[in-house]
């Protein structure tokens, strides 16, 4: 059933739909250019309510969306789709871009005839900002702003799924906990953050460092051989024995191990790999690194 609208029956619509002050709601021709708008419109630069000559419904979307749009309405239009919600960027006169969800209607006369459409365009862009914040507590450390190990683990599993080539390294500070225990927590959050920076210093663009413990960083490095990883990982172990070396303190020392893998089988066997060859590092007297050199549990190297 087709939905006919007079021009105070429009009014009347415009007036419930608009009380939320970010929608705006459209009527429009079958060639897609606007009759009538709420005044939610005016938010991207246009006067409202009654315009006597309107923009066109792809006009107040960016050109990477107005195919899409126009499709939309056409179909609309045509009879052949009802509803359809679309996410595209609407541009104010202004050239601001905002986020919103848009959604058409048709407009019939009393025989059935289209004649126009209804549009209503909700803005998404708090939610957007909402989302985009819940991800970031969800999935990055605070501490560091690393990803976390929620978001590690996502990664890791990816690339074992698609058999993507990649090497897996973990990195973990030396006694962390009785550093923590002898100097406090301020210090260790201060040493985590130190060497997660050093980290990111020696990692190439594409490598992905996390934070996957309390004193433990994961690198996922894609395209990486083992023996390329442990040639990034052993700049950190170095670097950070160097300048331990060159303090001549006599406070605690900061140095890390590091145990290095393929990645390859499944995602356990990958990580206990890497764990096995941290392990193994930590046992030869830390500020050491080792690399399991093969998928299926090939040697420990020093």
């Given at each position: 059933m087709g939905v006919q609208f007079t021009l105070r029956e429009s009014s009347a619509l415009y007036a419930l739909l608009a009380e939320h002050k970010t929608d705006i709601i459209l009527k429009t021709d079958r060639q897609g250019y606007i009759e009538h708008a709420s005044p939610g419109i005016e938010r991207l630069g246009y006067r409202s309510p009654d315009m006597l000559i309107g923009p066109h419904i792809v006009d107040l979307v960016h050109p990477a969306h107005a195919a899409a749009v126009w499709a939309e309405h056409e179909a609309v239009i045509g009879g052949l789709r009802e509803g359809a919600w679309l996410e595209i960027t609407a541009v104010a006169a202004s050239g601001r871009e905002r986020w919103y969800a848009l959604q058409m209607r048709s407009l019939a006369d009393d025989h059935g005839r289209i004649y126009g459409a209804i549009c209503l365009m909700r803005c998404r862009e708090e939610r957007r900002v909402f989302e985009d914040r819940l991800f970031a507590a969800e999935m990055s450390d605070p501490l560091t702003g690393l990803t976390n190990r929620r978001a590690f683990i996502a990664m890791l599993r990816h690339l074992v799924?698609?058999?993507?080539?990649?090497?897996?390294?973990?990195?973990?500070?030396?006694?962390?906990?009785?550093?923590?225990?002898?100097?406090?927590?301020?210090?260790?959050?201060?040493?985590?953050?130190?060497?997660?920076?050093?980290?990111?210093?020696?990692?190439?663009?594409?490598?992905?460092?996390?934070?996957?413990?309390?004193?433990?960083?994961?690198?996922?490095?894609?395209?990486?051989?083992?023996?390329?990883?442990?040639?990034?990982?052993?700049?950190?172990?170095?670097?950070?024995?160097?300048?331990?070396?060159?303090?001549?303190?006599?406070?605690?020392?900061?140095?890390?191990?590091?145990?290095?893998?393929?990645?390859?089988?499944?995602?356990?066997?990958?990580?206990?790999?890497?764990?096995?060859?941290?392990?193994?590092?930590?046992a030869k007297g830390c500020s050491r690194l080792e690399l399991a050199t093969s998928p299926d549990g090939g040697p420990l190297l020093a």
């Open positions: 799924d698609e058999r993507i080539d990649a090497s897996l390294a973990i990195l973990g500070i030396d006694h962390f906990r009785a550093m923590n225990m002898r100097h406090g927590q301020s210090f260790g959050d201060e040493v985590v953050a130190a060497v997660a920076e050093l980290v990111q210093t020696v990692v190439r663009r594409q490598d992905i460092v996390s934070r996957i413990g309390g004193g433990s960083l994961g690198v996922l490095l894609p395209g990486a051989t083992a023996e390329q990883a442990a040639g990034i990982c052993r700049r950190v172990v170095d670097t950070l024995a160097e300048l331990g070396r060159a303090s001549r303190s006599d406070s605690f020392a900061i140095t890390a191990s590091a145990g290095v893998t393929a990645v390859g089988g499944t995602l356990d066997k990958t990580l206990k790999r890497a764990e096995m060859a941290l392990f193994m590092a930590r």
